[in-house]
């Protein structure tokens, strides 16, 4: 699977994805469920890269002394919303608000798609950022929404 990253704003990014070939409808469910699941992981907070207290300890874990006051103590890593999946022939594209969260979610998201491709579902390319010129945005209800929002 390529991955390619394009202009990026965290607050307004669509991330595509080419399928091998056209998805059937249990595929698509599929990619949406890996979706929602990344998703609603960063809406709780999940991808807080000021609070990776065990990533940070190393491997040996054994008595760990977690602090849970240090999630309280910093920054809301929060992602803000989620848009419609919508395909086109072997494209599936979704809108995101990031929000706060931190860059760790895109690497979460990169690592799962990966294993998703080699195992599951076949995935040609990820796309993160910008315009795709095989399908314009100008073609998304959603892309119009989020226009409309921008100017009232």
């Known amino acids: 699977m390529n991955i390619v990253f ?3 704003n965290p607050f307004n990014v669509w991330i595509w994805v080419e ?8 595929e698509q469910q599929y990619l949406e469920e890996v979706f929602n699941s990344w998703f609603f992981l960063g809406k709780l907070g999940g991808f807080n890269a000021e609070n990776l207290q065990v990533q940070e300890t190393g491997l040996e874990l054994s008595f760990l002394d977690y602090d849970g006051d240090q999630t309280d103590n910093g920054l809301m890593a929060v992602m803000h919303n989620m848009g419609e999946f919508e395909y086109d022939n072997q494209w599936g594209r979704c809108w995101f608000d990031l ?14 798609l990966t294993l998703f491709s080699r195992d599951y579902v076949p995935l040609n390319a990820l796309m993160i950022g910008g315009e795709n010129a095989d399908w314009p945005l100008a ?12 100017w009232s």
């Not at 073609?139 to 921008?150: F, G, H, T």
């Open 139 to 150: 073609e998304s209800p959603q892309q119009e929404e989020i226009a409309r929002l921008a």
């Open 99 to 112: 929000g706060t969260s931190d860059a760790v979610a895109l690497d979460v998201l990169i690592n799962a």
């Open 19 to 26: 399928f091998a070939q056209h998805p059937t409808a249990v």
């Open 6 to 8: 394009r202009e990026f």
